[in-house]
């Protein structure tokens, strides 16, 4: 079903899945301003993404609102040919 066919009580989902913090050598943003200011605008969902760590992906974690799901991402540097192993994945907060 399409978001503009969901009935009127449909709760609708905005969301960035790629954002970055002072954990990344190109943002200067702390990781708990990136969550305020993310569901001050209404956002449902945001990945932080930082380049090669998750260290303040963890503390926007933290510091997040309830109404506000945060993703523990990384934007993982590889070398050509390079293969990621698969994960298993383990989420410690679940959305409604």
Same mark, same amino acid.
Not at 72 to 95: D, K
């Given at each position: 079903?399409?978001?503009?066919?969901?009935?009127?009580?449909?709760?609708?989902? $905005?969301?960035?899945?790629?954002?970055?913090?002072?954990?990344? $050598? *190109?943002?200067?943003?702390?990781?708990? %301003?990136?969550?305020?200011?993310? %569901?001050?605008?209404?956002?449902?969902?945001?990945?932080?993404?930082?380049?090669?760590?998750? *260290?303040?992906?963890?503390?926007?974690?933290?510091?997040?609102?309830?109404?506000? $799901?945060?993703?523990?991402?990384?934007? %993982?540097?590889?070398?050509?040919? %390079?293969?990621?192993?698969?994960?298993?994945?383990?989420?410690?907060?679940?959305?409604?």
């Amino acid at each position: 079903m399409a978001l503009d066919q969901a009935g009127a009580g449909a709760r609708r989902a $905005f969301i960035d899945l790629h954002c970055h913090t002072r954990a990344s $050598f *190109d943002s200067l943003a702390n990781p708990d %301003a990136v969550v305020r200011a993310a %569901a001050s605008r209404g956002l449902t969902h945001l990945a932080i993404t930082d380049h090669d760590r998750i *260290d303040a992906a963890l503390e926007a974690r933290d510091a997040a609102p309830d109404e506000l $799901f945060l993703i523990v991402g990384e934007a %993982a540097g590889l070398q050509l040919g %390079a293969v990621v192993p698969r994960r298993q994945v383990r989420c410690s907060r679940w959305s409604d």
